[in-house]
């Protein structure tokens, strides 16, 4: 399905390995200066917490790859329908990208209009650490006007404990500008017309052929 898959729900996954990116230098690096120690008491673990990873049987699986296909194939030939994907296909697709390394360290759930993710994420051989795990959980806003996807960072969660405003404050910008910014990203996306995350689902629709772009 990597051929096949929408680079939309490669920018959540690259929004998730994003964030814990930047918390992960803004955290333990800027304040490790003053107080490391303190820091990494505070904001990383010495276990793992378990992490979901998607499970589904043969025939869950062959219609999901329908439904992606039917997807793509709208996307092509520019149908001006309507698809709905779920937590589910965010998952998968984590599944499927091997490289990223995220099976059974992030995982995607979407919550009324917000997407979230839990994650347990090794800092081996970071800042000299090792046997060290930034446990949390993270939420984003998610939108899409005018061609382009809007991710930002709403509330991250470490160890349970909210991280500090300041720290957020210097998190949010858009997780998904170098995307928008991508020429092959930036023509699939002119084929869709509409992009919602309500009711715990993403809602997508594509362009009918023949709409002038915008």
Known sequence: MKDRGCLFWACIGCGGITVFAIIIVIVLGVFAKRSFDRVIEAYTADEAIEIPVLQLTDEQAEAMAQRHQALHDGLTSGNGKTYILTADDLNNWIMEEEDL???????????GELITADASIPLDGLLG???????GKIEFTFDYRHGALQVYTKEIFVN???LPEKFLELMRWNLAEDL???????????????????DGKIYLTVKSAGTPEE
């Open 160 to 162: 349970e404990e909210l």
């Open 129 to 135: 650490l090792t046997d060290r795990y930034l446990n």
């Open 101 to 111: 390394g995220l099976v059974g360290n992030l995982y995607v759930y979407i919550e």
């Open 180 to 198: 928008n910014a991508d020429p092959e990203f930036e023509e699939w996306m002119n084929n869709v017309e509409l992009i919602e995350v309500r």
